[in-house]
Structure formats: structure tokens, C-alpha cells
Antibody
Framework: QVQLQESGPGLVKPSETLSLTCTVSGGSISSYYWSWIRQPPGKGLEWIGYIYYSGSTNYNPSLKSRVTISVDTSKNQFSLKLSSVTAADTAVYYC??????????WGKGTTVTVSS | QSVLTQPPSVSEAPRQRVTISCSGSSSNIGNNAVNWYQQLPGKAPKLLIYYDDLLPSGVSDRFSGSKSGTSASLAISGLQSEDEADYYCAAWDDSLNGYVFGTGTKVTVL
């Protein structure tokens, strides 16, 4: 059964770049769409974007100028970079795998705080 | 500011039925599949309904989904205390060219 695990710094300074990695176990990353989704404290879910294993991407228009999602099939990982972060980017960040056309298998999430 | 609108909260007694609405537009619900998620406190979201009304393996048949025009609904029958959670609808939006989530609904079992 496929499992996803997010990893990365829990604290990022304002104006710097947030970098997270999602490691996929129990299955190959070489198929499906792989997404990043976030949830600010006490708020709802926001889709950040997805990548297909081949490398094609699609990003949330509101974040597009700051987001890069990449995939490393040799490591069975995909990654998120979000540049020029502010306090508004403080959130729990989830990675997820597509199931039947929607994010269906989720990691447990990792909390990222933007603060100096 | 989500394009999918849900009531902030609903509540009902145990063993009763609740319905959660999700209102959208022709660019999302009206033209694409609606999915529903359950988020228990402190946990990651779990896919509850996909393609408007289909249940993933392992999801209780007390949950059901429906769609009509630009609105969708999630119904929970035989309400149990373990159903207390936040529920989100979601769909692809053709105008935004992105995936959108609803505003979320908190279900309370009285």
C-alpha cells in the first residue's frame, strides 16, 4: 500500500524559499499525478499544484509565480519549492497521490512556519 | 476565497441524517466531477466520495454523494460521534485551470 511522507524545514525566514520533499513508499512514483496541498492554521485546504511523473506540471494561478514542483523518479520523490515566503505561507503542507482523478492518498502533513 | 461555497457548520443528533451542500458554477461543479473529503481533528484529509457519488473501498456506505447542475451534496446517515469532522468538497475549475476546494463544513454530533 502506497504511503507518502513529507519532510523539510519546519521554520523558514520571510523572503526565503520553502523547500519540501515527499517520499513515496510501497509503490512507484512512475505513474499518476502527484500534488501539493496546504492548510493555514484554522483555515481550509488550498491546492498548490501537481506534477505528472513525466515532469509536466500545473500550478495554482495565485501561487504560480512562486512555485516549482519537481520529480526525482530515481529516488521515488517529488518536491515543492515556494519562493519569497511571507507569514501567509505558514501552513500544514500535504503531499498526495491521485486516485480516480483526485488527490486520494495523502501524507500526514508537515507544519511550516514562516518567521524571523 | 474559494469558488465552492459550503455552510460553515451543521449539527444533528446521533443516528440522524445530515446533508452538506456545495455550491459552485458551470466552470467547476457544472462541468467536472465533485469529490468529498473528511478531515478528522489533527489528521490529513481522507477521500470520501469521488466522481460525484462513488465510494472508495473501505468507506462506509452511510456516506453518499449527489450532484445537480452547479451544486453537490454529501449526506451522512446514521450519524455517529466518530463522524465529527470537517468536510470539504472539491472539483477541477476550467476557468482557473486549477483544483479548488470548498470552504469546509464542520459537522457536530449533538
Amino acid at each position: 500500500q502506497v504511503q507518502l511522507q513529507e519532510s523539510g524545514p519546519g521554520l523558514v525566514k520571510p523572503s526565503e524559499t520553502l523547500s519540501l520533499t515527499c517520499t513515496v513508499s510501497g509503490g512507484s512514483i512512475s505513474s499518476y499525478y502527484w500534488s501539493w496541498i496546504r492548510q493555514p492554521p484554522g483555515k481550509g485546504l488550498e491546492w498548490i499544484g501537481y506534477i505528472y511523473y513525466s515532469g509536466s506540471t500545473n500550478y495554482n494561478p495565485s501561487l504560480k509565480s512562486r512555485v516549482t514542483i519537481s520529480v526525482d523518479t530515481s529516488k521515488n520523490q517529488f518536491s515543492l519549492k515556494l519562493s519569497s515566503v511571507t507569514a501567509a505561507d505558514t501552513a500544514v503542507y500535504y503531499c498526495a497521490r491521485e486516485v480516480n482523478g483526485t488527490p486520494g492518498v495523502w501524507g500526514k502533513g508537515t507544519t511550516v512556519t514562516v518567521s524571523s | 476565497q474559494s469558488v465552492l461555497t459550503q455552510p460553515p457548520s451543521v449539527s444533528e443528533a446521533p443516528r440522524q441524517r445530515v446533508t452538506i451542500s456545495c455550491s459552485g458554477s458551470s466552470s467547476n461543479i457544472g462541468n467536472n466531477a465533485v469529490n468529498w473529503y473528511q478531515q478528522l481533528p489533527g489528521k490529513a484529509p481522507k477521500l470520501l466520495i469521488y466522481y460525484d457519488d462513488l465510494l472508495p473501498s473501505g468507506v462506509s456506505d452511510r456516506f453518499s454523494g449527489s450532484k445537480s447542475g452547479t451544486s453537490a451534496s454529501l449526506a451522512i446517515s446514521g450519524l455517529q460521534s466518530e463522524d465529527e469532522a470537517d468536510y470539504y468538497c472539491a472539483a477541477w475549475d476550467d476557468s482557473l485551470n486549477g483544483y479548488v476546494f470548498g470552504t469546509g463544513t464542520k459537522v457536530t454530533v449533538l
